[in-house]
Antibody
Framework: QVQLQQSGPELVKPGASVKISCKAS????????IHWVKQRPGQGLEWIGW????????KYNEKFKGKATLTADTSSSTAYMQLSSLTSEDSAVYFC????????????WGQGTTLTVSS | DIQMTQSPASLSVSVGETVTITCRAS??????LAWYQQKQGKSPQLLVY???NLADGVPSRFSGSGSGTQYSLKINSLQSEDFGSYYC?????????FGGGTKLEIK
């Protein structure tokens, strides 16, 4: 069965960087997109961008350019999102989610990774 | 960027009632719309894709409709497990923005 397993909660200091992982299983990792979504406490959902692991191509929400960097390791079927120059505004739950080549809606989601930025 | 205006922001309803949630896009999105349900502390789950198609395993009391800029999610005969938050999301060009969400609560 399709699963997206995300890394555990992170507590990091302002100004630092963090790398969150999303390990895929149960499907061909290189044939589907991985999207990343942000959700601040008590708030709605915000689309960060996608990566296509088969080619490494990426597409970002302009708002997150310079903040988020999406990569993928096909040998371990793992997608990563690095967030840099962290501030309290980056404290949120981050989800990875899958979509297909011919569709962009997200049919499977990871469980979410909670990031807390605090000194 | 395409803006998605979702309403209402919250709704207090009883089990057995019927509810309708709407999303209005700032421009035509040609039915490139999905609806998700999110329970507290959990990840979103796909309910409807391409505006009108139920995702696998979604009960038939859920239905999606709409075209152009106006879309709706209808839930007939609400069950206790239907309470939570609902979001629409468009897929007509990036960024794939979400609606602001609708929180469905028990009356």
């Amino acid at each position: 069965q399709v699963q997206l397993q995300q890394s555990g909660p992170e507590l990091v200091k302002p100004g630092a960087s963090v790398k969150i992982s999303c390990k895929a299983s149960g499907y061909s990792f290189t044939s589907y997109y991985i999207h990343w979504v942000k959700q601040r406490p008590g708030q709605g959902l915000e689309w960060i961008g996608w990566i296509f692991p088969g080619s490494g191509n990426t597409k970002y929400n302009e708002k997150f350019k310079g903040k988020a960097t999406l990569t993928a390791d096909t040998s371990s079927s793992t997608a990563y999102m690095q967030l840099s120059s962290l501030t309290s505004e980056d404290s949120a739950v981050y989800f990875c989610a899958r979509s297909g080549i011919y569709y962009r809606y997200n049919d499977y989601w990871g469980q979410g990774t909670t990031l807390t930025v605090s000194s | 960027d395409i803006q998605m205006t979702q309403s209402p922001a919250s709704l207090s309803v009883s089990v057995g009632e019927t509810v309708t949630i709407t999303c209005r896009a700032s421009e035509n999105i040609y039915s490139n719309l999905a609806w998700y349900q999110q329970k507290q502390g959990k990840s979103p789950q796909l309910l409807v894709y391409a505006a009108t198609n139920l995702a696998d395993g979604v009960p038939s009391r859920f239905s999606g409709s709409g075209s152009g800029t106006q879309y709706s999610l209808k839930i007939n005969s609400l069950q206790s497990e239907d309470f939570g938050s609902y979001y629409c999301q468009h897929f007509w060009g990036t960024p794939y923005t979400f609606g602001g969400g609708t929180k469905l609560e028990i009356k």
